[in-house]
């Protein structure tokens, strides 16, 4: 069993913070939606997937992380991001939006489907670094969270648990709430020994993941 403490990840020094900027600094613009792995872009340079559950904050996040409003369309009905969409970011980087998943009101055969087609992404994408599985500050680790963990487990996925909406947690709450997501990610494999916290309405942690994507090649 993994033991590692999962401290949160620590504030880059200026050097990764510059090299954070410039990455994001390029432009960001929608690719496609993709429905099939034959839809696939080319896998022509490294690529990130962001995933987590129905309103974790996950377009937020994407939205922060750009610098572009509105990239990443925000929805207030869970499930309704039913494609695994594309983003370049600049030449040389994909950001990839997985399908939120909770599958609230989602018809069996629609969460068949998509759980299909993430499992054939997670184990054949070559390009794909890092997994980043958001999971909202409030709430800590639920079970729909677990199972997308140990999907990445088994897809040799190495992902990181990147907390949301840290700036809804009172202070006095969060040690709490950070036992409960350790004790869970210890469970897993392929978790990346640390958390990044962040908070998209703030812009707390948002550098910090910037470098982090920078830093996978």
Same mark, same amino acid.
């Given at each position: 069993?993994? +033991?590692?403490?999962?401290?949160?990840?620590?504030?880059?020094?200026?050097?990764?913070?510059?090299?954070?900027?410039?990455?994001?600094?390029?432009?960001?613009?929608?690719?496609?939606?993709?429905?099939?792995?034959?839809?696939?872009?080319?896998?022509?340079?490294?690529?990130?997937?962001?995933?987590?559950?129905?309103?974790?904050?996950?377009?937020?996040?994407?939205?922060?992380? +750009?610098?572009?409003?509105?990239?990443?369309?925000?929805?207030?009905?869970?499930?309704? +991001?039913?494609?695994?969409?594309?983003?370049?970011?600049?030449?040389?980087?994909?950001?990839?939006?997985?399908?939120?998943?909770?599958?609230?009101?989602?018809?069996?055969?629609?969460?068949?489907?998509?759980?299909?087609?993430?499992?054939?992404?997670?184990?054949?994408?070559?390009?794909?670094?890092?997994?980043?599985?958001?999971?909202?500050?409030?709430?800590?680790?639920?079970?729909?969270?677990?199972?997308?963990?140990?999907?990445?487990?088994?897809?040799?996925?190495?992902?990181?648990?990147?907390? +949301?909406?840290?700036?809804?947690?009172?202070?006095?709450?969060?040690?709490?709430?950070?036992?409960?997501?350790?004790?869970?990610?210890?469970?897993?494999?392929?978790?990346?020994?640390?958390?990044?916290?962040?908070?998209?309405?703030?812009?707390?942690?948002?550098?910090?993941?910037?470098?982090?994507?920078?830093?996978?090649?």
């Amino acid at each position: 069993m993994n +033991t590692l403490p999962f401290p949160p990840a620590a504030e880059p020094d200026a050097f990764a913070l510059e090299a954070g900027r410039k990455l994001f600094a390029g432009q960001s613009e929608f690719v496609k939606g993709v429905v099939a792995m034959n839809g696939l872009p080319a896998p022509d340079r490294m690529e990130v997937c962001f995933a987590g559950r129905s309103n974790v904050g996950k377009s937020s996040l994407i939205n922060a992380l +750009t610098g572009t409003k509105g990239l990443a369309r925000a929805s207030n009905t869970p499930g309704r +991001t039913q494609e695994i969409n594309y983003f370049t970011q600049g030449p040389d980087l994909y950001l990839v939006d997985l399908p939120g998943y909770g599958y609230a009101n989602a018809p069996v055969k629609v969460v068949e489907t998509w759980q299909k087609l993430l499992k054939k992404y997670l184990s054949g994408r070559q390009t794909l670094r890092r997994a980043f599985v958001l999971v909202d500050s409030r709430h800590g680790v639920k079970p729909v969270d677990d199972e997308i963990m140990k999907l990445l487990d088994t897809s040799a996925v190495t992902f990181q648990c990147v907390m +949301t909406k840290m700036d809804k947690v009172k202070e006095k709450d969060r040690a709490k709430v950070l036992d409960q997501v350790r004790a869970a990610l210890s469970k897993h494999p392929a978790a990346y020994p640390e958390i990044v916290l962040t908070s998209s309405e703030k812009g707390d942690g948002i550098s910090t993941l910037r470098s982090i994507i920078t830093h996978l090649e």
